[in-house]
Structures are given as structure tokens and as C-alpha cells.
């Protein structure tokens, strides 16, 4: 059997935005209202989000070392919140090697960072390598180090050696 379409059947208009929604059910003689419609809806903008009061400082290193059993750890000490996690990257490769964060925030599991409140301002986070790879790096041309705060993604970073003073 054959179909055509009915004198009754009907278009459903389905537009979307953050601010409102609209379906039209208009029947088909009425294109000109569906066009009318679609354009008065994708020309008007959603209203833009408040700007932040206080945006927060990027992450500052004032210093750092080496440390841990066999020396192959590292300290970072500065200002920056309780929320932040190291990034190690082979300095001269620019390979990311491991990633250390204190506790069980996101976005990173690999736990093995200390963080200290050192009471005037600022934190020490600290952390003891543990694959061959970030040990052979350090000994070679050395790690970068990338403090990134799990909040505002804003970073510090900071190359370590074992040729540094």
C-alpha cells in the first residue's frame, strides 16, 4: 500500500538554549511562522555568567630540593592551596613520568605526596619517586616539576638536577 502524506499531519519545532525551551507544533502551511520562530530563538544569547569576584593566584614555588631514601624525592615549597597535585616530566624528553597528590582528591589517584601548612603563608609539598624512569631522569638531565592546583588548573613548574646547586 501506498501513503501520502495527510492535510492533517504536523512539524514539532524542538530549540534548545541554557535559558528556555520551545517546541512548536505547527501544522505545514505555516512555515513562515516556524522560520519566524527559529530565527527570533538562535538570535537571542543566553545571558553571560557572572564574572568572579577574586580570582585565585597561580601557584608559586620559592623552593625546592631533593630528598627521600637513595635521594630521589622531591620537596616544592611556596604558596599554593591544599588542592594541588605534581606532574614529573623527563626534562629533557618532555615524557611525563608520574603524577603525586596528597589524599584522595581528583583528578589523580597516585598518592604518595605530603603537603605541610608551614604556618607563615605557605605549603611544603613532598614526594619519593618511585619508578626507574623518574630516577634514571633525575640522574641524567633532571625532572620538571608541575604543581597544578585541582581547582583553578593554574600552575608553577620548576626543573630539578642533581647538577643544581
Not at 522560520?35 to 555568567?49: C, G, H, T
Amino acid at each position: 500500500l501506498g501513503s501520502r502524506p495527510s492535510a492533517t499531519s504536523v512539524s514539532v519545532i524542538a530549540l534548545t538554549s541554557s535559558t528556555m525551551h520551545l517546541i512548536a507544533i505547527l501544522a505545514p502551511q505555516r512555515t513562515q511562522t516556524k522560520i519566524s520562530i527559529a530565527k527570533v530563538l538562535l538570535s537571542s544569547s543566553p545571558p553571560s555568567p557572572p564574572l568572579p569576584t577574586k580570582q585565585s593566584p597561580a601557584p608559586t614555588i620559592t623552593k625546592h630540593g631533593i630528598g627521600c631514601t637513595a635521594g630521589y624525592g622531591i620537596y616544592l615549597t611556596g604558596v599554593f592551596p591544599d588542592s594541588v597535585y605534581a606532574t614529573v616530566l623527563d626534562s629533557s624528553k618532555g615524557t611525563v613520568l608520574n603524577r603525586y597528590q596528597q589524599g584522595n582528591s581528583a583528578p589523580y589517584t597516585v598518592l604518595g605526596g605530603t603537603l605541610k601548612d608551614n604556618g607563615d603563608g605557605t605549603h611544603t609539598f613532598s614526594f619519593c619517586m618511585e619508578s626507574a624512569a623518574e630516577h634514571n631522569a633525575l640522574d641524567a638531565n633532571g625532572v620538571t616539576v608541575f604543581l597544578t592546583d585541582v581547582l583553578t588548573y593554574l600552575e608553577a613548574h620548576v626543573t630539578i638536577s642533581r647538577t643544581q646547586p
